[in-house]
């Protein structure tokens, strides 16, 4: 692993954030802390800290690996660490957006989406369960184009480091030049949301212009209050249960489901149903429209096709 790991020195300024909002909170917005869901998300985050400390050394050893047979040498330039950083967080878009529309992928991701609440708390809602699925291997076009694996891995950790910021109802909205850019506290709400308009929009990580770039971005709108969450909630604490549910629902799926629909319940979008039983976000989204009577590129022009919670 890289000698150097930027979250490690940040995890006393998340805390100090963290302590700083709830008394924001307390004074301004008692509701948006609740001592239970606060404690399973510090439960995840520490859970998380692990499989990452068990897992993350085999992934850079791979890592290191395939970089024998990387293209060019790039280097350590200052130049390198800026498009290093850029490229990096476009593949997190790309891991992110797969995490919402294939339930292989949503399983593992669905744990930072499970709160009702929101706020720094909830950014450490981290999985457990990552090693799991494929995402590592969005890394590997970098480490082939000649990008070292330990650069990737120290821009990886400033990714998600800005990340925490943005879990917060304590900000409104940033000026009006970072908000075109840069991902903001009003972008990543409206990924939290539940709420039909917002299903499934804003993946971005630093730069919000990778959801304009491909048609996911969706702005906060100031007349309708965004309710948190899964769509299907949790309903309980139990912090077992909020790792592991999604997992054990495909499993479920798998084992009643016709043989010919067995796969499609591991790799089709969260929601589906080979008998039309529950909804996906589309569907949802859709409903939602027809009920406004509006269509989609009505509702966002950018946004060509509704995506997945």
């Known amino acids: 692993m890289p000698d150097f790991s930027p979250t490690e020195y940040a995890v006393p300024g998340f805390v100090a954030l963290v302590l700083i909002e709830m008394i924001w909170a307390w004074r301004r917005n008692p509701r948006a802390y609740e001592p239970k869901d606060t404690l399973t998300s510090l439960a995840f985050g520490l859970g998380s800290t692990v499989a990452g400390l068990l897992f993350g050394g085999l992934f850079f050893a791979l890592y290191l690996f395939v970089w024998e047979f990387r ?15 850029v490229l990096d967080d476009l593949k997190y878009y790309w891991v992110h957006r797969f995490g919402h529309r294939v339930r292989w992928f949503w399983a593992s991701h669905v744990n930072h989406h499970s709160s009702q609440h929101y706020n720094l708390s909830t950014a450490l ?24 694996p330990a650069m990737i891995a120290i821009c990886g950790g400033f990714n998600l480091i800005y990340q925490f910021w943005i879990h917060t109802e304590a900000i409104d909205r940033m000026p009006r030049w970072f908000e075109a850019v840069m991902n903001t506290p009003s972008h990543h709400r409206v990924h939290h949301a539940t709420n039909p308009r917002y299903l499934d929009r804003n993946y971005a990580g630093v ?4 959801d304009k770039m491909f048609g996911t971005f969706e702005p906060e709108v100031e007349d309708e209050k965004i309710r948190y969450g899964i769509v299907k909630q ?7 249960w909020a790792v592991f549910h999604e997992w054990i629902g495909i499993a479920q799926d798998m ?55």
Do not use: M
């Not at 293209?71 to 950083?85: H, L, R, S, V, Y």
């Not at 730069?207 to 990778?210: A, Y």
């Not at 949790?234 to 077992?240: A, D, E, V, W, Y």
């Open 71 to 85: 293209a060019f040498d790039i280097g350590w330039a200052w130049w390198a660490w800026i498009a290093c950083f």
């Open 125 to 148: 809602r981290q999985t457990w369960t990552g090693f799991l699925t494929l995402g590592f291997a969005f890394a590997l076009p970098l480490v082939l184009l000649g990008f070292h």
């Open 207 to 210: 730069f919000i212009v990778w």
């Open 234 to 240: 949790l309903g309980s604490f139990n912090l077992l």
């Open 255 to 309: 084992w009643r489901a016709p043989w010919k629909h067995k796969l499609s319940y591991l790799l089709r979008e969260p929601g589906w149903t080979h008998d039309g039983s529950r909804q996906t976000s589309d569907e949802i989204r859709e409903a939602w429209l027809e009920r406004e009577g509006k269509t989609v590129s009505e509702e966002n022009p950018i946004a060509g096709e509704a995506e997945a919670a």
